[in-house]
């Protein structure tokens, strides 16, 4: 882990509620698909975690979702504006285990890590297919991004304004995979875990105080001891999740 | 040159920064980002006799400049703290460790103390006292000068070291609590433990944290610390370490006018891993500032 300086270069609304904002600075320390960064932000005390969408050597891409005091603030910001990052938290995905095709299932801003994900598999000579779900029309982003990596697409609404109605497990039932990677909401997470014919990896959420494994804030009970969400998750394996 | 120095209960540490105890692990994620032997010493996680998992999760609400934490004293048990964190600890931390102590019966609390005696590295304690006590309807230790007495009664008995007890802030009289443990034979007294505190989410209409309360820390509470490590140093003969809400070497000075020896630093590691570090570095140069030139001259220096 790092704490680096990262320049906002754009920022802007791609979605309902949903901003996307590139920032400059340096990316050394990442070195998985599905960490996370932690923000910070003026006049909040605690940092705000958010998924690492993509990156290159100089440039971070990050997706979030308008949903608090924090998150309308990161919206407002232009660029130019510098922020306080630590950079490369947490586990990430581990893609050795995915076989030739492997399911990514994102729901909502569970959809940003899967997108570098996405591109690793690819770059690994696999072929992912990848289910984003979402509530409505005016939700849906990334779908023509994923696409131009290569991978097969489907986009599930729960009201049925666009793509598949229903969720993403109704997308689930006719695809053949060797593995999954999902991040998203747990109601989703429950009902894959009825579904999902493969192992798997999940990648979680929880309020956090530190991010970088020295509070205690985020524990978890697992079939492999206790483990904390911000560092030795938030991707946890199929088989050591207690539900 | 200015002198940092200072002597806490008979060990001289090179500084009187010490990050607080649930906010620093057992030092090692740390370890990783910096050379954690610059700092004074620290206070390690609050350590029982047995494994704690904690409260369940969420655990953590935000606050106007501070945070409310209610992770339930998770912790691997005493006997992994003796067998697997200190010999860990060792090959990144040369100085003296600080060893925080919890318990919810005089019994864990001198079992815990009793087996950590021995440990070469831990230069002092640090004995929780805001803990409930089961024998007692739950009422936490710390909230009667008797029953505080009564465990620093029980944990001098079984230890060589010197222990400070930490204090509850919540409590009407602090005073007399400080006043019961140096009587009952307390080295020092470390203060101040978390606040009450609650945050309720307008948009479920239900508490953030599950347990509903927790513990209030950060700068937020730092006006409410000095004020209280005022009031005991009037009281009391013995060294006191003075923490909540400390996040700058201005702070750290303003907590010794006060009459803090040393001053922990908590919750501001969390949201700058580097705090200690930098407040460390920082010292010197504010000392300058303010015509000081050795700390031990300010202690308790606004009375
Ligand atoms: C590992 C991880 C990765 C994440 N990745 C993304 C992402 O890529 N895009 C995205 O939009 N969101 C992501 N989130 C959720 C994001 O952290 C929260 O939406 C954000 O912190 C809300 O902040 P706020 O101030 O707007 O909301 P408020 O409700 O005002 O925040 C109050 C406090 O609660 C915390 N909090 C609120 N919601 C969450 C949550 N869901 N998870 C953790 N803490 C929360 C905040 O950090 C803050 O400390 C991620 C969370 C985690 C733990
Ligand atoms: C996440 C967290 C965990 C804590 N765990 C302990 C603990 O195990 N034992 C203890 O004596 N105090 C514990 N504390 C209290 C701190 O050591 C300190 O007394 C308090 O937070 C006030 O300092 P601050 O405002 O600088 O955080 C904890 C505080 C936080 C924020
Ligand atoms: S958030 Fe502090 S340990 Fe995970």
């Known amino acids: ?61 990050l997706i979030y979702k ?24 947490g586990n990430g995905f581990d893609t050795e285990k995915s076989g030739f095709s492997p399911l990514l299932i994102g729901g909502g801003v569970g959809v940003p890590p899967m997108y570098n994900l996405c591109k690793k598999l690819i770059s690994e000579s696999k072929q992912p297919t990848v289910i984003l779900g979402f509530n409505s029309r005016e939700d849906v982003f990334f779908e023509e991004e994923f696409k131009k990596l290569g991978a097969n697409v489907l986009v599930t609404t729960a009201d049925g304004s666009y793509g598949i109605r229903g969720f993403v497990t109704d997308a689930m039932k006719d695809i053949n995979y060797d593995y999954f ?63 | ?62 606050c106007p400049m501070g945070m409310i934490n209610s992770v339930g004293l998770q912790n ?17 931390f040369n100085k003296p460790v600080m060893a925080n102590v919890s318990g919810f019966s005089i019994d864990e609390y001198t079992y815990t103390c009793e087996a950590l005696d021995s440990e070469p590295q831990i230069g002092w304690f640090e004995v929780n006292v805001s803990c409930p006590n089961v024998h007692g309807g739950g009422m936490s230790f710390g909230t009667s000068p008797e029953s505080a007495a009564e465990v620093t009664k029980a944990v001098k008995k079984v230890t060589t070291k010197p222990v400070f007890i930490k204090l509850s802030p919540n409590v009407t009289d602090i005073v007399s609590i400080a006043k019961a443990c140096e009587d009952a034979g307390a080295d020092g007294i470390s203060l101040i433990n978390t606040l009450l ?35 005991v140093y009037e009281a009391v003969k013995i060294p006191i370490i003075g923490m909540g809400g400390v996040s ?56």
């Open chain 1, 1 to 61: 882990m790092k704490q680096e300086l990262f320049t906002i270069t754009k920022n802007e609304k791609i979605a309902r509620d949903i901003y996307l904002m590139v920032l400059s600075g340096d990316t050394s320390d990442i070195v998985h698909p599905g960490q996370f960064v932690n923000i910070k932000l003026e006049d909040q005390y605690l940092r705000r975690p958010i998924s690492i969408c993509d990156y290159d050597d100089k440039t971070l891409t």
């Open chain 2, 1 to 62: 040159m200015v002198n940092t120095k200072v002597n806490l209960s008979g060990i001289t540490i090179d500084n009187p920064i010490i990050p607080a105890s649930g906010t620093f692990g057992f030092g090692y994620e740390f370890a990783e980002l910096y050379d954690i032997n610059c700092l004074g010493t620290f206070s390690f996680k609050g350590t029982t006799k047995d494994p704690r998992f904690g409260n369940p999760t969420p655990r953590i609400a935000e």
């Open chain 2, 76 to 92: 691997p048990g005493v006997e992994a703290v003796k067998n697997i964190e200190l010999p860990k600890l060792r090959e990144v």
């Open chain 1, 66 to 89: 308008v949903v608090g005091v924090g998150t309308e603030k990161m919206s407002s910001y232009k660029p130019g504006k510098v922020l306080d990052i630590l950079i490369a938290l």
């Open chain 1, 181 to 243: 990677f999902t991040c998203g909401p747990e109601p989703m997470f429950k009902a894959i875990e009825k579904v999902a014919k493969t192992s798997g990896q999940y990648s979680f959420e929880e309020r956090m105080g530190c991010g970088f494994g020295a509070c205690m804030g985020c524990s978890c009970k697992t079939k492999y001891g206790n483990k904390r969400i911000c560092k030795d998750g938030p991707v946890l394996l199929r088989e050591e999740i207690i539900w």
């Open chain 2, 197 to 231: 505190g609650m945050r309720i989410d307008l948009k479920t209409k239900k508490c953030v944290i599950a347990n509903k309360m927790g513990g209030f820390s950060g700068p937020a509470i730092f006006p409410v610390a000095v004020r209280m490590v005022y009031q």
């Open chain 2, 248 to 303: 700058s070497a201005e702070d750290v000075i303003e907590m010794m006018l006060a009459g803090a020896t040393a001053v922990e630093i908590g919750a501001a590691n969390l949201v700058d891993p580097f705090a200690s570090r930098d407040i460390v570095n920082n010292l010197p140069a504010v000392m300058q500032k303010y015509g000081i030139k050795d700390l031990n001259d300010i202690i308790g220096g606004a009375h």
